[in-house]
């Protein structure tokens, strides 16, 4: 089996380049998964999880919206943010949410633009969330010392 | 001629002084220098990526009735966004790009309209009395892709609904600390092959000829739908780079011209100083030979 060439990039940085067996994408159309000798196809991140699979392991990513380019045997994700579960800090990402979300409220009936802007914000935020929710505890059970 | 040696003393303890102000100024733009630097560093595989992406989807579907792709020559006005620094004492750096963008202006063909980014261009383009349409502040350190939005969103209007025939970014390509390059780049409408300017990195992973990559791509939802997403947010993308190639070759830009700045007082300093004890050598020659002359006149009285 072939593996895929697997890159994910933010403006900030170069978050990840490897070659992976398999990639679940969230998609503004559901999630879907990449195997090698997929179809290519190009279509629209959404923010929630992504998981790329190397030799049996799990890696686990919160991205926000952006866009995806599914070639022969690669994928490029392009997205504003990409982090690891280890980088997102739960209980700051909790507070963003909180915070966004309060925002919104005292927004929406203002400007549709803001609007739209902190939609997308809590959506980002929330993706986090669940990505570092579901893995955090599961997979890597450290010990931080606060 | 006790004078002449405080005249000079003067003149060392005030390029003292300057020396000491561009030392600082070097120190601060090194440090924004190595910031902003990271900065385009980081951001180019993106901007390349994205680029390389839009370009091979578009070369290989029959998409060009999007609105950001067509040319508009029924237009009748070009608008040019003029990147420069807030501030002076930069070396060439804004009078490069400043002569670049006008050369431009005066081979089109149709009215200019002026944009501007940076409080220097924008001050130079009043004062020549060009027609500036617009003035944007810009950070120093940068940045957000938000913080340019309000700029893109403008522009792309004017030119979808036909105001502007193309539109074009005057910025400075960042080389290396010692090497800035003032470019031109067609922002809209978006072309292939207008680009390949990000920069050496840029240039160095140029795209692979698209031998490999001749399928059909599938696009989901459609293409319509993924296209009015991402030909925009390229608009933005290609603006953000080119601030922060700007940025990036503004403080090496300052950096080196303070460095200059401080080697040359450094210089005069020294000349000043061999001036300095010439002249004081020369007043005490001088007033021992009054002496002696004095001397020697009461002796033969």
């Known amino acids: 089996m072939p593996k895929i060439k697997f890159k994910i990039v933010t403006p900030e940085r170069l978050v990840y380049q490897k070659d992976v067996d398999q990639v679940t994408l969230p998609t503004k159309t559901g999630e879907i998964t990449v195997l090698p000798n997929h179809i290519p196809l190009v279509a629209l991140l959404a923010a929630g999880e992504l998981v790329a699979k190397v030799d049996g392991q799990e890696l686990p990513m919160a991205v926000s919206r952006g866009f995806i380019e599914v070639g022969k045997n690669s994928v490029t994700v392009l997205t504003q943010t990409a982090e690891g579960v280890e980088e997102i800090d739960e209980l700051r990402a909790q507070a963003a949410v909180e915070r966004a979300k309060k925002l919104l409220q005292d927004v929406k009936n203002k400007e549709a633009v803001e609007y739209t802007a902190l939609a997308g914000k809590i959506e980002k935020e929330l993706a986090r969330l669940k990505v570092v929710r579901r893995r955090k505890h599961t997979h890597q059970p450290t010990i931080k010392s606060e | 001629m006790a004078v002449s040696t405080k005249i000079i003393k003067k003149r060392i303890r005030s390029i003292g002084n300057t020396k000491k102000i561009t030392r600082a100024m070097e120190m601060v733009a090194a440090t924004k220098m190595r910031k902003a630097v990271n900065a385009v560093l980081a951001s180019r595989p993106y901007a390349f990526d994205i680029w390389a992406m839009v370009m091979n989807l578009i070369s290989r579907l029959e998409i060009k009735k999007h609105p950001l792709l067509t040319p ?58 060009k027609k500036l349409v617009a003035v944007f502040e810009k950070p120093d350190v940068i940045l957000t892709t938000s913080e340019i939005s309000a700029l893109v969103k403008a522009v792309t209007g004017s030119f979808v609904d036909g105001t502007y025939q193309k539109v074009f970014v005057a910025y400075t390509d960042f080389y290396s600390a010692l090497v800035q390059k003032p470019r031109l780049k067609q922002l809209l409408p978006l072309e292939p092959l207008a680009d390949a300017e990000l920069g050496q990195v840029g240039q160095a992973s140029a795209p692979q000829p698209a031998a490999e990559k001749n399928f059909e791509y599938l696009f989901e939802p459609t293409p319509q739908i993924v296209f009015n997403e991402l030909l925009p947010h390229l608009v933005t993308v290609q603006l953000y780079q080119a601030m922060l190639e700007s940025t990036a070759s503004e403080h090496s830009a300052r950096m080196m011209a303070m460095k200059n700045a401080t080697n040359a007082a450094a210089d005069m300093i020294d000349d000043l100083t061999l001036a300095f004890n010439q002249a004081r050598q020369a007043a005490i020659t001088r007033e021992i030979a009054e002496i002696t002359g004095g001397k020697a006149a009461l002796e033969a009285a």
């Open chain 2, 72 to 129: 508009k020559s029924e237009a009748k006005k070009v608008a040019i966004i003029l990147v420069t620094s807030n501030r002076g004492l930069c070396g060439g750096f804004n009078s490069q790009i400043v002569s670049r963008a006008l050369k431009l202006a005066d081979q089109a063909e149709t009215a200019v309209e002026w944009l501007a980014i940076g409080r220097w261009g924008a001050e130079f383009l009043a004062r020549s009395g």
